[in-house]
């Protein structure tokens, strides 16, 4: 390119030169028109050379982020690539965005000017350049050998009382305890599925109907302890306080320490709901909650709801949240130790799809069900009384260790 400017600028001496007049007066006029034409040109050339590089750059940054189990690990990965890549001056916080598709893809764009040497004298100081890449990663679920993972290691990790009827074609239960006794079943439960795997080999089990224990097994902890990435929590309230009406719809928001009076039917709209504070549904209530994710920012948060409830919930399909029903805060320390309890009253009738990450709660568990309810249930502990529940394994959650990548390709 040096070598094409310095053979311009000796051609245009030589016209200079070799003629007179008032032909030599135009064309010396005439000069700094042809010079910006012609480096124009090279200004041109050099921002296409510049987007085929950064291309080349972003279309790499797409393939490693896509891997990452979040949006937000997805972006710093990006950001990481490119750091090296990008002049020094670059605010890449705005000159690079990241998306999530609703197939899984990842798309990234990223827009930069790249400064003229010749262009300026026509007061254009920089050609923007934009170059966008789509990366997709390909996924096989990995074998779900559980469906509730009982993470605590304390005595009596697992309490199971008389009237409990559990029942799963494809996936058990696993106790992480080692402790004495790691479990305790009382007589008139049923669990029967494919595998009841505790980590410890001391129990107390009197009487009632547990197929396939595996005392001693080896377990594989908790399948979504990073992945889920947590969301700031605005400190303005969706709602809060208490709701009188018999039909209560809710936007995605932040609900802070609500209550609902009477026994009303109660709609989350789709999208992610923080419930801050603890939220009372009473007996008799209807709760439908489609394509919903509800997150709890700490242990004192939750949704307390009394007996007599018809609770249909359904994880997002698509998104940040794709496949989370409901998780909670687990990266601050002091609220990690701060297990609390966490109830499950679904007397009438409940319908559950998706992971359920609880990994600081003492769940008791008080539900019928009158169909599979499709989920991933991590918890601390859990009380298993009076109930009539089907499950079956959970798969369709993009976070986590729910799924192994097979391979990644782009997609444009």
């Keep these: 390119m040096r070598r094409l400017i310095d053979n311009i600028a000796l051609r245009l001496y030589h016209i200079l030169r070799d003629t007179g007049g008032n032909f030599a007066i135009a064309t010396a006029l005439a000069m700094p028109l042809l010079v910006t034409t012609a480096g124009g040109a090279i200004d041109f050339a050099q921002a296409s050379f510049e987007r ?13 982020a896509v891997a990452k189990p979040d949006i937000a690990s997805q972006r710093r990965e990006a950001l990481r690539f490119l750091t090296d890549t990008v002049p020094e001056d670059t605010d890449l916080d705005t000159a690079l965005i990241v998306a999530g598709n609703a197939d899984g893809s990842l798309t990234g764009t990223y827009a930069q000017g790249v400064p003229t040497n010749f262009l300026g004298l026509l007061g254009i100081h920089t050609i923007d350049v934009k170059v966008q890449s789509t990366a997709i990663a390909n996924r096989n679920p990995k074998p779900s050998g559980a469906c509730i993972y009982v993470l605590g290691n304390t005595t009596q990790a697992v309490l199971i009382n008389s009237g409990a009827n559990v029942h799963s074609e494809k996936c058990g239960v696993e106790v992480s305890s080692t402790q004495n006794p790691a479990f305790i079943m009382n007589s008139g439960a049923t669990i029967d599925t494919p595998s009841f795997c505790v980590a410890g080999t001391q129990y107390i089990k009197n009487g009632g109907t547990l197929s396939n224990l595996k005392p001693g097994c080896k377990v594989s902890g908790d399948p979504y302890a990073v992945g889920i990435a947590e969301p700031t929590v605005s400190s303005t309230c969706t709602t809060s ?3 009188d009406g018999a039909v209560q719809d809710m ?8 209550t609902f009076n009477g026994s009303p039917k109660i709609t989350f709209k789709p999208g992610l709901h923080i419930i801050k504070g603890r939220m009372i549904i009473n007996s008799g209530s209807t709760v439908v909650a489609e394509g919903v994710t509800f997150y709890f920012p700490d242990t004192d948060s939750e949704i307390r709801a009394n007996g007599a409830l018809s609770f249909t919930a359904s994880a997002p399909t698509s998104g940040t949240y794709k496949g989370i029903l409901m998780f909670e805060k687990t990266s601050d320390v002091a609220n990690n130790g701060r297990k609390q309890q966490y109830i499950f009253n679904g007397s009438n009738g409940e319908t559950l799809k998706g992971v359920i990450h609880l990994p600081n709660r003492d769940v008791v568990y008080n539900s019928t069900t009158n169909q599979s309810n499709l989920i991933t249930l991590v918890v601390n502990t859990m009380i298993m009384n009076s109930a009539n529940w089907q499950i079956e394994p959970y798969t369709g959650a993009d976070s986590g260790t729910g799924s192994e990548i097979t391979s990644v390709r782009l997609v444009n």
């Design 241 to 243: 306080g208490t709701k």
């Design 251 to 258: 936007a995605p928001g932040v609900h802070c320490a609500t």
């Design 52 to 64: 085929g590089r950064l291309q080349g750059a972003l279309d790499a940054a797409l393939l490693s």
